[in-house]
């Protein structure tokens, strides 16, 4: 009899183990969950141990970079292209996000003890960082209205379409990271090159800068623009500048990677 209800359970368990990822689909789907998806990782039994703390911030801190560049890089490839765009009802916000991290902020505040080893002690502070400038990059995106009518001059498109790469690449690094293992969705693993390129349209555009600013001002005395329209667009450029930046610096610290001051 014993014998009889173990093959039982051993033969329902064989038949049912190729379908447990679509059976979790359906249970998600039939009882979603009430928090925020962005916040998922947050569990407070992490916080008994702080490398569990730390990688649950450290994938807090990605779904939200994710979800604001991606928002960032779809509204600035509309304008660029002067299309309307419109957001899908269930689409996580940048306001979302930027509650995601201030959740993540007071959650790691709340973890138990500082890391034992050096290496912990190193991957704590890079997940900080990149917690900063995640939450820089969403103070600086709740101007973006600012980016709703871009000039549409040669250096203003470049601008934008950097920034906007900037976004796409951001986007792919945070995926990486914020996915779990078993995410049966989990997009593949992202290249060096990814990380490269999305250090290049940021510094790119500090280096652009300068420049600008000073030949949108000169344009003021010779007649070509009011003040108004020249401060406004040297205002517009760097918020370009500030959102590829603090993208590009975020990203890399949650690859543990160390980019210059």
């Not at 009889?4 to 033969?11: C, D, G, L, R, S």
């Not at 101007?143 to 790469?165: H, N, Y």
């Not at 792919?172 to 090159?193: C, F, K």
């Not at 990380?195 to 510094?203: D, F, I, P, S, T």
Request: charged residues 20%; hydrophobic residues 40%; proline residues 6%.
């Amino acid at each position: 009899m014993a014998g009889y209800h173990t093959a039982y359970n051993v033969v329902g368990v064989a038949v049912l183990l190729p379908l447990i990822h679509r059976f979790t689909r359906f249970v998600e789907r039939v009882l979603p969950e009430r928090g925020s998806p962005l916040t998922r990782c947050l569990d407070p039994a992490a916080l008994l141990t702080p490398i569990a703390a730390e990688e649950a911030v450290r994938r807090t801190v990605a779904r939200s970079l994710g979800t604001m560049c991606g928002s960032i890089g779809e509204a600035l490839t509309a304008t660029i292209h002067g299309m309307s765009l419109r957001a899908p009802k269930k689409a996580l916000s940048v306001t979302e996000a930027g509650d995601a991290l201030s959740q993540a902020q007071e959650f790691i505040s709340d973890a138990s003890g500082p890391p034992e080893s050096q290496e912990e002690q190193e991957r704590l502070t890079c997940t900080l960082h990149a917690l900063d400038h995640a939450s820089r990059l969403a103070e600086v995106a709740g101007q973006k209205g600012e980016l709703g009518s871009l000039p549409m001059g040669s250096e203003d498109l470049r601008a934008a379409e950097l920034c906007a790469d900037a976004m796409r690449n951001a986007v792919l690094i945070a995926g990486e990271v914020g996915a779990l293992p078993d995410d049966p969705d989990r997009a593949a693993p992202v290249d060096e090159q990814t990380m490269v390129q999305l250090e290049g349209y940021a510094k790119t555009l500090g280096e652009l800068q300068p420049a600008y600013r000073k030949s949108t001002l000169s344009s003021v005395a010779s007649g070509a623009l009011n003040a108004d329209e020249a401060i406004a667009r040297v205002d517009t450029f760097r918020l370009l500048e500030a959102l590829a930046r603090h993208a590009w610096r975020s990203s890399a610290y949650l690859m543990y990677q160390l980019p210059p001051p």
